[in-house]
């Protein structure tokens, strides 16, 4: 009996070792950051994790490195500082997220919440994830049962497994929004007045895996076929797919494989068939790290036609959050600020639906002495001072509403009677 299970036990180890071997030959090295050494990055397809003190931290397989030899791009290794040992014996056991949810904590909490407040909170499952996991959108609106004629607006987090925090921010609105109605009139007027939507984890097998598994994970867990797994959930949206090679990747191994098609994936599919559903009127999507607030275009350097209302927009936001807690999340248009991507959400959303929308990459920066992956500690101070940018943004949604209300009605009155007078 016992030989059994000491034996199966090393069994077992044997071949999470096996299947961790993959990932050993990963390192994390940081590059200079200038204009020379970004051109070159760009049509590499690398792993991004960060800008942090002028320099990109990249996670890199042998062929990067090779490939960072052949440009003359010197590089540091940063292993030690991101992967504390005690944390890698840690990530193959199960309670290693702490205080970030998994997905039954996740699962759990949002049903509680509900529970709780069944007039105002709302857990719909809008299709599954490729592990048959469900992906929740919380309804957060009064008479949270009725579809109103209310503005809509929508919040996403975890595209990307490793970014853990990305959960917490739109999770903790649901819930402060729920737990403030009764006693805070600004949370009654936007909850009565706006369709709140929080899609925390839209990849939950991808989430699962960096808890359990490999904590930098960072796609869904698509079998590509060729013995890679997992598509970029942030390339596989079909606004300019597959536009150029930047940022994107063709290539089943890449971080940043954009999937054989656009809306391949069933966890992005369940984003747009909500999309299909409502109408919203402005978008965040939470990724992490580099504290800025980043808007369309992400697939050309160039400014879209809206670029003064999305600007405006960040800057406000980024006004609002910066008294919190002193952090200035830096508003920037994504394709000309970092790095160029196609497929990604934001880029769909305000290229298919007109919307204001918002990549927000959470901290650390470079000020900050966090690291890569946020401490607990991180998690509440995060969303406080993510708040006011959210609250303003449902508040710009209902006033937008209004406008467009008013105008619809101001152009069928005018219809109304031109027709009355051709009838006449
Ligand atoms: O690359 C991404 O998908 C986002 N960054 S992350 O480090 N969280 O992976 C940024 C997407 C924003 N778009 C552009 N930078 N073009
Ligand atoms: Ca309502
Ligand atoms: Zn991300």
Partial sequence: MRKTLVLSTIIFLFFLSLQAQTYRDREIVCVEKDLETMKKLARMNLDLLMEKDGRIYIVAGPDDLANLN???IPYRIELQDFYPLSQES????SGVNGEFHSYAELEQELLELADAYPDLAKVEDIGDSLEQRNIYALKISDNVWAEEQEAAVIFLGCHHAREWISVEVPFLLGRYLAENYETNTEVRRLVNNCEIWIVPLVNPDGLE???HFYRYWRKNR???GDGTFGVDLNRNYGYKWGYDNEGSSSDPSSEVYRGP???TEPEILAVRDLFAQKSFQALISYHSYSQVILYPWGYTQAASDQDDLLSEIAQKMAALMEPVNGRYYYPDRAGASFYLTNGDTTDWSFGVYGIPSY???LPPDSTLNG???????????IFNENLPA?????DWSIQNHEFQTFHHMKRDRQRGSIESSRSN
């Fill in 222 to 224: 698509r079998d590509n």
């Fill in 371 to 381: 690291e890569f992956f946020n401490p607990e500690s991180d998690i509440l101070p």
């Fill in 90 to 93: 840690l990530s193959i056991q």
């Fill in 209 to 211: 895996y960096s808890i």
């Fill in 359 to 361: 990549t927000i990459e």
């Fill in 390 to 394: 959210m609250l303003y943004l449902i």
């Fill in 70 to 72: 052949m440009e003359n």
């Fill in 261 to 263: 098609d656009s809306f």
